[in-house]
């Protein structure tokens, strides 16, 4: 226990030392945009876009948009015939497009040119799902090099899936999807300039709609593979931008 105690009285020490100094600055406004890498996306999961405005000495309001795409966690790329990779039982895609309004609080300030600026996030807002039909290559001659791109339905035999179509291919038959997030994070900013700042986020996001969302068909895996209401997901979010 009293080690215990030293090493959190040694962590608040030295968050302390990083983010205070004499000479520390106010700012009055900050745009940031950042990419993100969160537990329900890809690769890359998304992008965001965040304004902020002084309230006071500790309290920033925020304006927040994201676009991210959002992944069934059954889906599994696997390799076609051909060679090419799809994801056997994927429907449909889901863009969410969320919009936030929230409060960032001031827990370390620092100064103009050395360590961290620590802030605790929350965002509340709707969010607009965007529910994509999922296409795929048919082809149905094996000895044939002619495919063409379809919505996958559930009935596609897997012999004749030569993999995915075209990138934001059926976006204009997009339905639309309601619901709301909610976001809790702590942001480290590492800017070493009065005007830049660089930085990452790292918290919790809900994700939750008025219906589940179609992401997958049903029997494509034993137990059949389950479509999901509500995201809860962690996320990773490295920002840049600009403050006056």
Known sequence: MKRLIGLVIFWG?????LAQTNDSYDYNSEFNWGINKNSYGGLIGGVMFK???????????????ELMNVK?????????????FFIWGKTNYLYAIRLQYGRDRI???????????????????PTIGLVTPYYVQISND??????????????????????TGN?????GQSKVQLGGNLKAAINFELGTTKSQVTGFEA??????????????SFGTGNPPVENYAIYPTVFLTIFYGSRK
């Open 13 to 17: 020490s030295s968050i302390g030392l």
């Open 51 to 65: 304004k902020a405005r002084r309230l006071n000495d500790k309290f920033f309001e925020t304006y927040g948009l």
């Open 72 to 84: 069934n966690p059954h889906e599994t790329r696997i390799q076609s015939l051909s060679g090419n």
């Open 107 to 125: 827990l370390f300030k620092k100064g103009p040119q050395q360590g961290v600026e620590v802030k605790a996030v929350f965002a509340a807002g």
């Open 142 to 163: 094996p000895n044939s090099y002619y495919t063409y791109n379809v919505p996958y339905n559930g009935q596609q035999q897997y012999t004749d899936i030569q993999g």
């Open 167 to 171: 990138l934001f291919e059926g976006l």
């Open 203 to 216: 918290g919790f996001l809900l994700d939750a709609y008025f219906k589940k969302v179609p992401l997958m």
